[in-house]
DNA sequence: TAAATATGTGGGAACGGTCTCACATGAAGA
DNA sequence: TCTTCATGTGAGACCGTTCCCACATATTTA
């Protein structure tokens, strides 16, 4: 039925020891035997069979990336998307494929298949909660986590400095003359929204302007809707408290909350002044563009993927990640 | 070492055959056995290496997805992710794996390892050549086609109503008034774009107002970016033709155009009505937002997979699929 | 010249399951 | 009572590789 090694071994009369040898480039082989062999394997495309080789080498070379969402499926999402590509693109260098899964919060379900699919690894990305974790953790996989909703003890976690990318947007918000600032910000269970207010927050109290209690709206999901929403039942408080620039803790957020100003004729950046934090495609695209801190998914992917690929390969001294350095973008909706 | 089927019936005094009968739920086993095995199983925490059971059934319960891409990975593309959502999902209930994988256009690369990893068939996007699906037909892989660039004899292809997408944008327009309309279509090496635009110019044509070639933008990439340029190049042409609106065929190059004609202060619909073609998430959120054409990614994935899996299964009497009806969304952009 | 080493090859166990077959036993049908 | 059949179980081949080991032969080294 199908191609296999005894076919090839069969035809080039020597055993299949031998085209293993040929194969794996291990172990003593004739150019005579080589030249035939590599020569049968050109001519009837014969391709090894990697479930086979997983079967006695006890290594798949895949990997599994979950990520969990809350109630749609996120692969598309503009930012855990890119995180994904960058994923893929390491993944494929270094000769490993991916299984992509995502999940139902607290849903061991995908967890479970990767574990019988025997992946070398997992990537975990975004929200994940301490049963999952010990789920796989106790199964003995090597796993990384990015950008998750908390940092568990020991586990290996590729991070944005959140905090400092809030006291930037402080920095630079102070710097350009506001001081009357609004904040909308993202769902408090996820550690990267908490971290860019407490940023912004202990800017400004060190700036001597405080940031009170009443100007921080408190979103339930970091969407555009949500932004969109927040933004129209509160912009009476908003103008009447004579803000003059707006921070949200993601763009989707700081989006639709534009997207409402706009439609409400209401001037940016001459108005109001908006930032965002992640910079994802749609920020610099939107009119006006949106000016916000840059989080390097790029390098988010590429980190995971390689740290994870150390943890398979039981490397030596694994150091825990970085954390990655954020970037200001000013544009439009700014200046 | 592993946790094995072994290894439980060893614990449970009963041979590896009754164990795999009791799992598996084929053949006959006792109350007393089937009892004790599971709770076993439950215990140690047992998970049936996919691997071996691939080995013998000669099935992975694996596919592949091929993303093909010019120069970035495109995964977290606002078009093709949707797709990949949606077959992540189906896939996912039918307790399939997916390996998402992309590539450099005319590699072979991405096929080739998916050949190797013995996925049991292939969800192939966007664009692809004669040569991929040669090799991939070759080694007798069931596989699908979505949106393709081409259509290819004998292959399976998941595809919207293109066509009528356009008549639908060149109909809604003159009904609401406009005449004389500007156009910027897509890579001609695409499908979609092609027929896209042959469906608008013959609805025209029929109206007895023709588009002169004149008034037709081609664009070398379906990107953001080229829509920008290819508006702001061609501001004054537009300008002096005395054009009321745009048409271009996907979202992403009529976000781009209206970024370029906002940021002069051109008041769109007002001065210039906007239409796209796919509905991507963003086309909603732009401020003004885009009337388009909506594409069902997500049914397209949904068949996409389910088409793939029959031919897995090697179903009787697998129709062609039929293509997808696109619908008319209204918004800001032109009204 | 004998022993040690390098070079080349094949046999067969192992990886962790599935599945066919043979073989029990007990109950039902002739 | 003898056959038939449903129920229950275990032995062992097999899937396509890798890799250890045994065994040649040729080439060095002592």
Redesign the pocket.
Known sequence: ?????????LRA????????????G?????????DKVLQLIEELQ????A???A????RTHNIGVLIYRRHHPIASHPFYGKILDAILMTAASLNYSVFVTTDHEMSLRSADFMMEKRVDGLILISRLQQNVIDYIANFGVPYVMVNGSTDVDGVMHIVNQDEEGGRMVAEYLTDVGHRQIFVIAGPQTHRSHNLRLKGFKNYMAGMGAPIPTSSILQASTSTFGEGYELMRSHWEQFRAGGFTALFATNDMIALGAMKFMLEQSIRIPEQVAVVGFDDIDFAAMFSPSLTTIRVNTEEMGTQAFSLLDKLIRQEANIENPKQLVPRLIVRQSTE
Chains 1, 2 share one sequence.
């Open positions: 039925m199908e191609l296999t090694i005894k076919e090839i071994a009369g020597v055993s299949k020891s031998t085209v293993s040898r040929v194969i794996s291990k172990g003593y082989t004739s150019l005579e035997v080589r014969y391709k090894p069979n479930v086979a080789r079967m006695v080498s006890q």
